[in-house]
């Protein structure tokens, strides 16, 4: 049981980035699945999380208005991460995450942890 992150890269300040994020075949259904960040010295933190409870979506601060976080409908543990307006401070690796207990913005409890996929936003 595992989580692939994929599709992050270089872009342009005021770009967009999507990434996706997968579950290894045969994995339960995950209740929340989340992204979270990390650049080097510092502690990883949360970005946004979906739930299964509709309308169930959390972003940090610093995100809101400019990062979306979806779930696909058909393959229930997928889960994108549109990024659009990005800032050089949204540098960082980019982790998805899997959590079946609430607190969604909490780091504690999530159980499940993608590889990481570098975004480094830079002119």
């Known amino acids: 049981v595992q989580l692939q992150a994929s599709g992050g890269g270089l872009v342009q300040p005021g770009g967009s980035l999507t990434l996706s994020c997968a579950a290894s075949?045969?994995?339960?259904?995950?209740?929340?699945m989340a992204w979270f960040r990390q650049t080097p010295g510092k502690e990883r933190e949360f970005v946004a999380a979906?739930?299964?409870?509709?309308?169930?979506?959390?972003y940090a601060d610093s995100v809101k208005g400019r990062f979306t976080i979806s779930r696909d409908n058909n393959a229930k543990n997928t889960v994108s991460l549109q990024m659009n307006s990005l800032k050089p401070d949204d540098t960082a690796v980019y982790y998805c995450?899997?959590?079946?207990?609430?607190?969604?913005?909490?780091?504690?409890?999530?159980?499940?942890w993608g590889q990481g996929t570098l975004v480094t936003v830079s002119s």
């Open positions: 979906a739930s299964w409870r509709p309308g169930s979506k959390h």
């Open positions: 995450a899997a959590k079946d207990t609430q607190s969604p913005m909490i780091i504690r409890g999530y159980y499940l």
């Open positions: 075949e045969g994995t339960p259904n995950i209740y929340t």
